[in-house]
Each structure stands twice: as structure tokens, then as C-alpha cells.
């Protein structure tokens, strides 16, 4: 059972920054989509950034210009670089991991924008 460990969220002024890591317990050999999630209060969880196979990267386009998604795939790790950050950010940041079987999740971190 792969498990997915997040770190990196806090509260941050806006324009601030944060790094979000997330860490595989296990090196996962098909990976069809690997990226971060974000829920809201009162809102529903959306993709903020993934790696897809294939090589395709998305971003939400309320996060372009100011996010960026990276990994190590030798950590086993995925990182997003938030840059400029916004109250409208605040949320619960989730790992995800999309395999040819099971979808893992994190346990979420959260990020919270506020001056």
C-alpha cells in the first residue's frame, strides 16, 4: 500500500510563498497522473497541477504564471512551487497519485493566504 506524506503548507501574507512536498513511501512504476488537488471550504476539490503520462503537464488557470509542479523521481517526490500567493488560495492541498489500479491520496496540508 503506497502512502503519500505532504508537507510544506502554513500561513503565509499575500504575495508570499510556499513549496508543498509530497513524499511516496514506495517508488509507483505506472504512473498515469501525479499532481495536487486543492479543496476549499464550501467548494469542491479541484486539480491544481499534475504531471500526466505522456508528458503533458495541466495547471489550473487560476494558478498559471504564479505555480509550478516539479518532481525527484529518484526521492520519489513531487514538489508545487506557489509564487504570489492569494487569499483565494487558501484551501487544503492534496497529493494525488493516479496508477494503472488504485488512486492514492494524501492526507492534505494546509495552506492558509491571510494578511
Known amino acids: 500500500q503506497v502512502q503519500l506524506v505532504e508537507s510544506g503548507g502554513g500561513l503565509v501574507q499575500p504575495g508570499g510563498f510556499l513549496r508543498l512536498s509530497c513524499a511516496a513511501s514506495?517508488?509507483?512504476?505506472?504512473?498515469?497522473?501525479m499532481g495536487w488537488y486543492r479543496q476549499a471550504p464550501g467548494k469542491e476539490r479541484e486539480l491544481v497541477a499534475e504531471?500526466?503520462?505522456?508528458?503533458?503537464?495541466n495547471y489550473a488557470d487560476s494558478v498559471k504564471g504564479r505555480f509550478t509542479i516539479s518532481r525527484d523521481n529518484a526521492k520519489n517526490t513531487v514538489y508545487l512551487q506557489m509564487n504570489s500567493l492569494k487569499p483565494e488560495d487558501t484551501a487544503v492541498y492534496y497529493c494525488?497519485?493516479?496508477?494503472?489500479?488504485?488512486?492514492?491520496w494524501g492526507q492534505g496540508t494546509q495552506v492558509t493566504v491571510s494578511s
Open positions: 494525488r497519485v493516479e496508477t494503472m489500479g488504485p488512486v492514492y
Open positions: 514506495q517508488t509507483i512504476f505506472i504512473i498515469n497522473a
Open positions: 504531471f500526466k503520462r505522456g508528458g503533458t503537464t
